[in-house]
């Protein structure tokens, strides 16, 4: 307990999920938590249970994204860590196909714009506060910038083609923030997190209900070598280690929180056959 005690810590896409389960946990270790979710009712919820501060955003926006900014900087002031959770697959009723062939243009944009420059404005929007801040005292700025991409951003997606992508620019966008902010002088560290079969709210049209359901989820289970469903909490946990100082000589990393999906193959070869001379 205590790991993260003093850090005032923003997440994004807060309101469910993975998002939910890192401000649970950041409360957890002593952190003031801000919810930022563009979802008010479920936002207040998470909020008024933790004790957190709640920030209306669409992280689409730039304007809001400035008002949150300004928002924590005069009711908290200041902002050490952030954790951009907010993102979409594209596989809820709203969206149209998302395979190669067929994914609409207006999809594509939308999806990265929510997913890629969401988090490109967090990022913005957090250091200018952590450097802000630091000028004011005349200390070097420091601060965590955690980015969730994913194991889709590592391998390709075809029936998810905009959401893969998204995940790709993410991962390349944190390691050009990590770079930047160590060249300026800034303890500012930057890095991902590479989630893949986590079980939370985004993957229910994908599960489906029922016995389809079951059938998908032991399908998908079969493909993890550790042969089990991640969860929030699990991404969670590696959030607080990359917020707090214990991770203060990583920055440009990725963490991969996937079972061993990205390592590779647990099927043994076949030995070969004995020939006769």
């Not at 008024?48 to 928002?71: C, N, P």
């Not at 200041?78 to 969206?95: M, P």
Request: aromatic residues 6%; neutral net charge.
């Amino acid at each position: 307990m205590g790991r993260l005690l003093g850090k005032i810590v923003v997440i994004t896409g807060s309101a469910s999920g993975i998002g939910e389960a890192c401000a649970q946990r950041c409360c957890d270790e002593g952190a003031q938590v801000v919810i930022a979710d563009i979802n008010k009712t479920k936002g207040r919820s998470v909020a008024l249970k933790l004790g957190a501060l709640f920030v209306h955003l669409d992280v689409t926006k730039k304007k809001e994204w400035e008002q949150a900014q300004e928002k924590i900087l005069k009711e908290l002031g200041q902002w050490d860590v952030l954790i951009n959770s907010a993102g979409i697959i594209g596989f809820s009723d709203s969206f149209g196909p998302q395979d190669v062939l067929n994914v609409s243009l207006d999809d594509w944009r939308y999806i990265q714009a929510v997913n890629v420059e969401g988090t490109m404005l967090g990022c913005q929007q957090a250091i200018k506060a952590m450097v802000k801040k630091a000028q004011e005292e005349n200390i070097t700025p420091t601060g965590s910038i955690i980015n969730l991409s994913s194991r889709s951003g590592v391998v390709g997606i075809p029936m998810a083609a905009a959401y893969a992508a998204s995940k790709a620019a993410i991962r390349n966008h944190s390691k050009s923030v990590a770079l930047y902010c160590a060249s300026q002088g800034w303890k500012i560290r930057c890095n991902t997190l590479m989630p893949a079969f986590i079980l939370s709210p985004m993957w229910d049209p994908i599960l489906g209900a029922g016995k389809q359901r079951e059938e998908t989820l032991k399908h998908l289970i079969s493909e993890v070598p550790l042969k089990e469903a991640g969860h929030p909490d699990d991404v969670a946990w590696a959030s607080v280690y990359l917020a707090s100082d214990e991770a203060r000589y990583i920055t440009g990393a990725e963490l991969d929180i996937d079972g061993g999906i990205l390592a590779g193959s647990t099927v043994p070869p076949k030995k070969a056959e004995k020939y006769a001379d």
